[in-house]
């Protein structure tokens, strides 16, 4: 069976963001938290999903910025 919940640390290695990006993530609602018995866990399905709705296309180089290869 997968496991669906992670905690802090476990998110902060899923990602590689460290643990206090999550907490400040949480604290401004970025992402949603379950707190249960003093332990916060994160669905990895809703953290997916969050991760993907972040990634945006690089924009292409204009101008004199321009390298040729």
Same mark, same amino acid.
């Given at each position: 069976?997968?496991? =669906?919940?992670?905690?802090?640390?476990? #998110?902060? !290695? *899923?990602? &590689?963001?460290?643990?206090?990006?999550? *907490? #400040?993530?949480?604290? @401004?609602? /970025?992402?949603? #938290?379950? =707190? =249960?018995? &003093?332990?916060?866990?994160?669905?990895?399905? /809703?953290?997916? @999903?969050?991760? @993907?709705? &972040? !990634? /945006?296309?690089?924009? /292409?180089?204009? &101008?004199?910025?321009?390298?040729? #290869?």
């Amino acid at each position: 069976m997968d496991k =669906r919940w992670l905690n802090i640390s476990e #998110a902060s !290695e *899923y990602t &590689g963001f460290s643990v206090a990006t999550f *907490y #400040a993530w949480i604290s @401004q609602k /970025k992402i949603r #938290a379950s =707190r =249960r018995g &003093g332990r916060v866990r994160i669905d990895i399905r /809703k953290l997916d @999903q969050f991760m @993907q709705e &972040g !990634e /945006k296309e690089l924009p /292409k180089p204009r &101008g004199k910025n321009k390298r040729k #290869a």
